[in-house]
Structure formats: structure tokens, C-alpha cells
């Protein structure tokens, strides 16, 4: 009993000679507004590699404004497939912060971890069209990255070197164009097939030129529609047929660097991309003398279209830290509301923006194009997303089959079909 009472003596001494001597028991923070608060480390993977450097840059400006938060960058794209390193982190459970997220079967396979975002600040400024595919039940669980396009991106200069003074709109007109180029000594079409994530955005197209997309989808999981003995996916094969006929002859070997290395540099006329390629295209050549030619698979009207859409949505970790999952977002919304956030979408990216307070750069090229033919109305739409998630690494490796002469054209739309009836 008597120590306790010394004890408690003691401690009231001391306490009397601190606020004596004017010590102040606040929180060092109060006391200190300099004091960095607790960092915060968030990790985002990016799916555009095109925008790596621009994207690190911006990321750069968030830190020195927020000196708590420290974000760490896995940037995938150009042929390397993320979603094997989400399923491998997430296995781990060490999945990242923000990752991009298709949409439509993609947000349906991963809802598990998609934090609702319906309530964020960023949604009222997105065109509505573009919250569609992370949009269910009502709740919008990502946040659009950008529009983009694609088609073939052709060399004007080549071009009128050839003498082709009518731009290809046709299947036919454009063999005409590849055989004007490979007489005069040029390579017209720049392929790169040892990637095989390209081959699905040229099925899209016969996907999109159904008479109804999403019935033809919903007919394909129903079993009443097939993709073999139908005309859209044969004149599809057609396309990619001449691609190969008047093309690189090295293209079961040339991946997305070297296809796009060959066109910027002037080796080839024609290279079958979007306008991601922009910068990387820039890189190499400066101000080269480019547009866009859509990827005709027949004579039939109405092939003089570029296919547009969403290309992928930030998703924030709905298992990361409730302090986690709060930067986040903050971050999302700082890249699409603050001006120097804005500026980096806009003059960095050259992205086609997804938002109506964020102006879209039309000083590119390819970008200029597709905005052109959206103001038209001559585009097509995306439905890749809308596959069951194996079919379109399937599609990607049978296609590549093909075109390595492992397959005939009956032997590939078998096996397109056997694969959607499989993973269906």
C-alpha cells in the first residue's frame, strides 16, 4: 500500500514539473502542422504501357502534393497480359490498390473485389455511355479510363509515293492499295502475330458488324447462332488472310514493338493498331504524316467505320485498407479533376477523354481521326468484354495458328466455336 501511495506521489510530481516547465502533452502533429503525417503506400497497376513514362510523371506531381502518399507503379500492356499478374497477386492476396478492369464479364468475374464507386465525386462528369460496362445492379464499381480506336493507321507519304489516291474503304480497294505498295518496292502491311491479343480486336469487328451485337452474343450462350458458316467471321479470315499475304515476312516472330517500330520508321505502309500508338509512334518519328483506314472485311456498304470505345476502367481494391481504399480514390478523382491532373490527360496522354470537364487533345493525328468519325457517327462498338474471359486468350492463341499454317480457315471457325461452347 505504501508504494503505491510513493507511486502515485511521484507521478503527480513529475506531472507538475512538466506543466511547470511549459511542456505541451498535445499530439506532436497539433503542435506541428510540418509533421508528415503517416505514409501511405498504394500500389496501381497500369495497363497502358504507352503512357508509362507520362504516367510516372504525373504520379511524381500527386506525391510532391500529397507527401504521405507514396504509389507504387507495375505498368503492363504492349502484348503482356495483366491479368495474369492480378490473378497470380489476388491469389496471393496481394493485390493492388487500383487495377484496371474491363467491364461487362471482366467486373462480373472480379466483383469480388471491386469497391462500389457510385458515390464519387468524378461519376457526374463522365459521359454515361462510358459508365456503362462497370456499371451493375445500379452501381458503378470503376472509373473509365479514356476512349480509344483503332484500324489500319496508314503512311500518307507512302501512300501518294504509290499513287493511291482513293483511300481503301473496301476489302478490294484495299488489295489494290497493298498491291501498288509491294510494286513499287514497299512492305504494305507491318504484322506483328507473335502477340496474339490483336487477333481478338479483329474478331470484334465481326462481332460488331452483326446485324445486333449483344443479340448475336446472347444467341452464341444460347446456342441458337454459331460462329462457323457465318459470312462476317469468314470475311474477317479474309482480311487478316491479306494482312499476312503482303506483310512482314517475319511476323510469326515480330511482337507489338517491332510491328510498330517497322511502320514509324517507314518499312511498311500499313500498321493494324490504334491510337495508343501515338506517342510511341512520336517517339520515333516526329510528326509523321499518318491517319486511320478502317479495316474493311468485305465490299459490302457500310464498311467505312472505326471501331471506338472504353478502353478500361481503374478499379479500386475493395479488400485494401479503409485508409487504402480512401487514397485511392482521391487519387482517381485528383487525375480527373485537378488542372494539373487534366493537363497530364490531355497533353501527356493524348487520351480521347472519357469525361466531359476534360477536353480531348485533337493535335494528334490518330486522335483527330477517330473524333472525326465519331462526329459522324461511323464507328463500331466494342464487345470483347463481353466474352467469357478464356475464350478471348483462346481466340487469340487459335488465331495465331492459323496464320502459322497449323490450321485451315474451316479448321479455325471450328475451333472459335468450340471454344465459346466450352467456356460458355
Not at 487478316?240 to 520508321?265: H, M, P, S
Not at 485533337?362 to 470483347?384: F, Q, V
Request: proline share 4%; hydrophobic share 40%; charged share 25%.
Amino acid at each position: 500500500m505504501k508504494i503505491k501511495v510513493i507511486q502515485f506521489i511521484v507521478a503527480g510530481l513529475i506531472t507538475l514539473s512538466l506543466s511547470s516547465c511549459g511542456v505541451d502533452n498535445r499530439p506532436l502533429k497539433e503542435l506541428d502542422p510540418n509533421v508528415a503525417e503517416k505514409t501511405i503506400t498504394l500500389e496501381v497497376l497500369n495497363p497502358k504501357v504507352e503512357i508509362s513514362i507520362a504516367f510516372e510523371q504525373m504520379v511524381k506531381a500527386y506525391e510532391k502534393e500529397n507527401p504521405n502518399i507514396n504509389m507504387d507503379i507495375l505498368t503492363f500492356g504492349g502484348g503482356a497480359n495483366y491479368l495474369d499478374e492480378l490473378k497470380a497477386r489476388f491469389a496471393a492476396n496481394k493485390g493492388p490498390d487500383i487495377f484496371p478492369n474491363g467491364g461487362y464479364e471482366d467486373a462480373k468475374a472480379w466483383i469480388r473485389y471491386l469497391e462500389d464507386l457510385s458515390d464519387q465525386p468524378w461519376v457526374k462528369h463522365a459521359y454515361k455511355d462510358a459508365l456503362v460496362p462497370m456499371t451493375m445492379d445500379g452501381k458503378i464499381y470503376g472509373m473509365p479510363i479514356n476512349y480509344e480506336g483503332y484500324g489500319f493507321i496508314y503512311n500518307k507519304d507512302l501512300f501518294a509515293k504509290a499513287k493511291i489516291h482513293t483511300l481503301p474503304t473496301t476489302l478490294t480497294e484495299l488489295t489494290v492499295a497493298a498491291e501498288k505498295l509491294h510494286d513499287i518496292g514497299i512492305t504494305p502491311f507491318a504484322v506483328g502475330y507473335s502477340d496474339s491479343w490483336f487477333f481478338v480486336l479483329m474478331l470484334n469487328i465481326a462481332f460488331a458488324q452483326q446485324d445486333d451485337p449483344d443479340a448475336f452474343i446472347q444467341a452464341l450462350k444460347d446456342g441458337t447462332q454459331t460462329i462457323e458458316g457465318n459470312k462476317k467471321f469468314e470475311d474477317v479470315i479474309r482480311m487478316l488472310d491479306l494482312t499476312v499475304q503482303y506483310g512482314n515476312k517475319d511476323f510469326l516472330t515480330t511482337d507489338y514493338n517491332t510491328e510498330v517500330e517497322l511502320f514509324a520508321i517507314g518499312k511498311t505502309a500499313i500498321l493494324k493498331q490504334g491510337n495508343w500508338v501515338q506517342s510511341k509512334i512520336d517517339q520515333i518519328t516526329p510528326n509523321m504524316n499518318i491517319g486511320f483506314l478502317p479495316m474493311s472485311i468485305n465490299d459490302d456498304v457500310g464498311n467505312d467505320v472505326l471501331p471506338i470505345g472504353v478502353s478500361n476502367n481503374w478499379a479500386v481494391n475493395k479488400e485494401s485498407s479503409p485508409e487504402k481504399k480512401k487514397e485511392a480514390k482521391k487519387f482517381l478523382n485528383w487525375m480527373v479533376s485537378s488542372e494539373q491532373g487534366k493537363k497530364f490527360m490531355k497533353e501527356q496522354f493524348h487520351f480521347i477523354s472519357a469525361f466531359e470537364n476534360i477536353e480531348t487533345d485533337r493535335s494528334g493525328a490518330l486522335a483527330d481521326d477517330l473524333m472525326r468519325y465519331s462526329d459522324e457517327n461511323k464507328t463500331l462498338s466494342w464487345h470483347w468484354f463481353k466474352f467469357p474471359q478464356r475464350v478471348r486468350e483462346e481466340f487469340g492463341y487459335i488465331m495465331q495458328a492459323y496464320v502459322g499454317n497449323q490450321l485451315s480457315r474451316d479448321q479455325l471457325l471450328h475451333k472459335l466455336q468450340k471454344s465459346w461452347d466450352k467456356n460458355e
